[in-house]
């Protein structure tokens, strides 16, 4: 006999999400997740001025907020016409990373570690139903150690993200050209002093925690995983002298790589509460939403790689550049991520020695009349698009498909996204506590504030069962 | 040449205007006359606001002139001065035309989603009637009344 | 304790003491007794990701030693209907509730469910009604549950409002996008040790937001001499690009961001008067050049 599982709200994620599990004999045979947050970006970005863009598209989320300042001010040179000089790219990237340290960290600390280790009881906020914790009490109270210790970790790398972006969350220094901070001695040797502790944790602490959680939880290698089509913008790239330092846009379709084309991103709204074209191109049209639609189920939509449901992320990441081993599933994207802290931490090293003291990077820019332009960025999720049009100087058109849209992407006719993928399959020990569900789900680090600029309503609760 | 090199060599000018004045006697040169000593005190007040290390360029030829004090402003006129492109920044209350351009609380030219160039009679009196604002900006001119307005049409 | 020296103001004697005192008095006691409701709303969640960049009190000293936190979506272990239980046991105790987002109220706020409470969904516009009306105190964090803020910004396609105009009772507003670690902080000792703090006429504690930005400014020479930017990244004051330090009564200048290490002006960009009522529409242009001629 099916049962269904509704955990909602899904927490330890950014934003809102429903995840809806059909169960029989113990296993997943289907599911649905859905996006429970609407605010409208695309609709409230136009008409406005559009260098205000890249401070408003900030706002679609407060962990990852300097991935889409980024992305705004990428998307702006291209309307424009702005290359920015390597220093500019050298100083915004630099922001970026830190952001990425700051999520990672935040994100296996305290997301990710509350699933496997029992926490101190004494904390409200950590009490759980959970009964599956495999960890020696040595372990078990080393990890909450460190999940204290991170606290200062992590909000050093915000710190360090102020240093040129002049505040975290929502820095308003990354901006077309660069950023608009001057560097200079005693800014550079703060970042380095700050990175300097950050990858002491990072590499020892951090990693070790990570080793002994893939150790006691190494089913968790063959669960979660996918159809292993990864996609990725590229990041850390693209340097006049310092060419690539993590990889280039890049994709993995059905065991071939293929040469990544923006033109072959779509986007579905087939069972998305939205109406108008079923499929399209970014730059073709923002849909209505539409809660009557029959079948549809989620206000996130549906993007497509040549039609494929791709995996975004830091595996996708790892993976595509060579540094770990092609093999997804939720240990292995919970891993990657660590690995991929420790990634971006050097990379950060090396883009410091590039800072050179005393460079204005801004102009007084001018907006078009009429233009279009497009920002693809791998970010701390995965790959994140805005995409501009400029009409009698004033955003007339922005779209924009945030890595969490292609993780948590809804199926388009017999296309399933890489989240509900993950949890078909998997083996349910316990329906009153399907503690697997939520490890799975949280490897992807869901961001669903960024997924739903969208809407999720009007559904009906149906009489399921419902789990704690 | 120093600012104070710049000034004096406008007031020579300023001087030579009026002389040429005094022996004028159709009202055309007087009125040309006027118009390029207009031009000239503005570069006085540009003189006075450069910023240190500015080079100083006569903006004498340019239409960017800020409004003859007790100037009188319809709508359309009003609307020039909303801040941009080098023009000043002009709002109107009950009737008096005020300079918001170096008031703090106008940054780039707008207040509170409201821009320069514009009548706010209605916004003060419903934000900030009572308080005392108004005095502490400089005075431009005034509104046409409205009727006087239509009759010039 | 050494960064509580950098706030030299004299107008900050309050905040030192009150963090010195906050941390003195709490530090010895064992088992904090009230109890702390964080709800998301509305929002980017930005507020308690902006909570965890506080230091001293850091977010391990304030659950620690200041309030049993139980309840944020962000941070907490439980999940799915557990969670919801912990909603609805909190009501029977003290507690105050902190509410950072908008609350979305189009089509009976159904734009935004939180979770779901005994089989039904639980809207932000219930869950707030429900745990505003029995908190001991309300305080409304950052720009987008004090005003609507971005989440409000025209069209409002979610039909977002503020906290205050869903609840019939006092919410302590503390605007800013994100709000500043310490202005939580800092307010919620004062209730803890002394009471609801003193507001301004907009509910505002008076001990964070009473001089404006510009009062404060290190660029305020600049703006006196007349030597402003034109670009961003320039060293004058940006008044002419569009800053709203004027308008935008908050003590970022002498508090500053993130361990004191910065603040926007001290990265060469505008104020945007993101902690003024009327963000973002009634603060933009945020970036104008061609008023800086």
Same mark, same amino acid.
């Given at each position: 006999m099916a049962e269904q599982i509704i955990i909602n709200p899904l927490t330890r994620i950014s934003g809102f999400l429903q995840v809806q599990a059909t169960v029989e004999n113990g296993v997943v045979t289907d599911a649905a997740n859905s996006g429970l947050l609407f605010r409208g970006f695309e609709k409230i970005l136009l008409g406005r001025n559009p260098f205000d863009a890249v401070y408003y598209t900030e706002r679609i989320c407060g962990i990852c907020s300097a991935a889409h300042a980024v992305a705004s001010s990428l998307a702006l040179e291209s309307a424009i016409g702005i290359v920015p000089s390597e220093q500019g790219q050298v100083m915004r990237d630099?922001?970026?990373?830190?952001?990425?340290?700051?999520?990672?960290?935040?994100?296996?600390?305290?997301?990710?570690?509350?699933?496997?280790?029992?926490?101190?009881e004494k904390f409200p906020l950590f009490d759980t139903v959970g009964n599956d914790f495999r960890l020696t009490p040595w372990q078990t109270e080393t990890i909450s150690k460190h999940y204290f210790d991170s606290l200062k970790i992590s909000m050093q790398a915000h710190e360090m993200e102020a240093v040129f972006g002049g505040k975290a969350p929502h820095n308003h220094g990354v901006f077309i050209g660069g950023v608009t901070a001057v560097a200079d001695a005693d800014s550079v040797i703060r970042i380095k002093s700050l990175l300097s502790g950050i990858q002491a944790f990072v590499n020892t602490a951090m990693a070790e925690d990570a080793q002994t959680i893939a150790r006691a939880y190494g089913d968790y290698?063959?669960?979660?995983?996918?159809?292993?089509?990864?996609?990725?913008?590229?990041?850390?790239?693209?340097?006049?002298?310092?060419?690539?330092?993590?990889?280039?846009?890049?994709?993995?379709?059905?065991?071939?790589?293929?040469?990544?084309?923006?033109?072959?991103i779509t986007e579905s709204i087939d069972t998305a509460w939205y109406s108008g074209k079923d499929t399209y191109e970014p730059f073709e049209t923002v849909s209505e939403p539409d809660m009557q639609k029959q079948r549809a189920y989620s206000w996130?939509?549906?993007?497509?790689?040549?039609?494929?449901?791709c995996e975004v992320g830091p595996l996708a990441r790892q993976i595509l550049s060579g540094c770990?081993?092609?093999h997804v599933s939720a240990m292995d994207r919970t891993m990657a991520r660590v690995y991929e802290t420790s990634k971006i931490a050097s990379i950060l090293s090396l883009l410091l020695e590039q800072v050179k003291p005393g460079i204005q990077m801004q102009?007084?820019?001018?907006?078009?009349q009429q233009s279009k332009g497009v920002g693809l960025i791998d970010t701390t999720r995965g790959a994140l698009g805005h995409w501009i049009k400029i009409k009698d100087q004033k955003i007339a058109f922005y779209q924009i498909i945030t890595p969490s849209v292609w993780n948590f992407s809804t199926r388009s006719g017999r296309s399933l996204g890489p989240s509900e993928l993950s949890l078909i399959g998997t083996s349910i020990k316990d329906s009153k506590t399907p503690v697997e569900i939520g490890r799975i789900l949280r490897s992807f680090d869901p961001c669903v504030s960024c997924a739903t600029h969208v809407l999720c309503t009007g559904q009906e609760s149906k009489t399921y069962q419902v789990v704690s | 040449m120093n600012r104070r090199d710049e000034a004096n060599k406008v007031i020579c000018e300023l001087n030579a205007c009026l002389n040429l004045l005094n022996s004028a006697n159709d009202a055309d040169p007087k009125s040309n006359i006027l118009n390029y000593m207009r031009c000239k005190i503005y570069d006085l007040y540009l003189i006075n606001n450069l910023e240190t290390g500015q080079e100083f360029i006569s903006q004498a030829n340019k239409k960017s002139f800020p409004a003859q004090s007790g100037q009188t402003f319809t709508k359309q006129e009003l609307a020039k001065y909303n801040g941009k492109n080098g023009m000043p920044a002009y709002v109107a209350v009950d009737g008096i035309v005020y300079d918001v351009s170096n008031s703090a609380a106008w940054g780039a030219a707008t207040h509170f989603g409201l821009s320069a160039g514009n009548d706010l009679t209605t916004q003060f009196a419903s934000c900030h009637a009572g308080q005392p604002i108004l005095q502490k900006l400089p005075q431009i001119g005034k509104m046409m009344n409205e009727q006087s307005e239509s009759d010039q049409r | 304790m050494n960064n509580l020296n950098q706030i030299n103001d004299s107008e900050d004697n309050l905040v030192n003491c009150l963090m010195r005192e906050a941390h003195s008095r709490f530090s010895k006691s064992e088992n904090p007794q009230m109890n702390l409701v964080w709800l998301e709303l509305t929002g980017c969640s930005g507020n308690i990701i902006s909570l965890l960049d506080g230091d001293h009190p850091d977010f391990s000293f304030l659950i620690t030693h200041m309030v049993n936190l139980v309840y944020n979506n962000s941070l907490m272990a439980a999940e799915g209907n557990v969670a919801m239980q912990k909603l609805k046991a909190v009501l029977e105790t003290p507690y105050i509730l902190a509410v950072e987002g908008a609350v979305a109220t189009a089509n009976n706020g159904y734009y935004n469910i939180i979770g779901q409470m005994d089989g039904k969904p639980?809207?932000?516009?219930?869950?707030?009604?429900?745990?505003?009306?029995?908190?001991?105190?309300?305080?409304?964090?950052?720009?987008?549950?004090?005003?609507?803020?971005?989440?409000?910004?025209?069209?409002?396609?979610?039909?977002?409002?503020?906290?205050?105009?869903?609840?019939?009772?006092?919410?302590? *507003?503390?605007?800013?996008?994100?709000?500043?670690?310490?202005?939580?902080?800092?307010?919620?000792?004062?209730?803890?040790?002394?009471?609801?703090?003193?507001?301004?006429?907009?509910?505002?504690p008076l001990m964070f937001y009473i001089h404006t930005v510009h009062?404060?400014?290190?660029?305020?020479?600049?703006?006196?001499?007349?030597?402003?930017?034109?670009?961003?990244? !320039?060293?004058?004051?940006?008044?002419?690009?569009?800053?709203?330090?004027?308008?935008?009564?908050?003590?970022?200048?002498?508090?500053?961001?993130?361990?004191?290490?910065?603040?926007?002006?001290?990265?060469?960009?505008?104020?945007?008067?993101?902690?003024?009522?009327?963000?973002? !529409?009634?603060?933009?242009?945020?970036?104008?050049?061609?008023?800086? *001629?």
């Open positions: 630099i922001v970026h990373g830190c952001e990425f340290l700051q999520n990672h960290i935040r994100h296996f600390y305290q997301y990710t570690i509350p699933d496997y280790v029992r926490l101190p290698y063959h669960m979660g995983g996918g159809n292993g089509n990864l996609l990725s913008y590229g990041c850390f790239n693209g340097y006049d002298s310092l060419g690539t330092l993590y990889l280039n846009p890049d994709a993995l379709i059905n065991g071939e790589r293929i040469k990544f084309d923006e033109r072959n996130i939509k549906a993007p497509r790689y040549l039609g494929f449901s770990y081993p092609n102009n007084r820019y001018e907006l078009p | - | 639980l809207t932000a516009l219930m869950a707030v009604k429900m745990l505003g009306e029995r908190a001991l105190h309300v305080i409304a964090v950052g720009a987008c549950a004090c005003h609507g803020g971005v989440s409000a910004a025209s069209p409002n396609p979610a039909k977002c409002a503020a906290v205050r105009d869903v609840l019939e009772r006092k919410v302590i *507003e503390l605007p800013g996008c994100p709000c500043h670690p310490d202005w939580f902080t800092g307010t919620l000792a004062h209730i803890l040790l002394y009471g609801e703090p003193e507001l301004d006429e907009q509910n505002r009062d404060r400014c290190e660029r305020r020479s600049l703006f006196e001499q007349g030597i402003f930017a034109k670009k961003l990244g !320039d060293e004058g004051c940006m008044f002419k690009i569009g800053c709203r330090g004027p308008v935008t009564p908050t003590d970022c200048p002498v508090r500053k961001w993130n361990q004191h290490v910065n603040w926007p002006i001290g990265g060469s960009t505008p104020c945007i008067g993101c902690a003024q009522f009327g963000f973002p !529409d009634k603060m933009e242009p945020f970036i104008s050049y061609d008023v800086t *001629e």
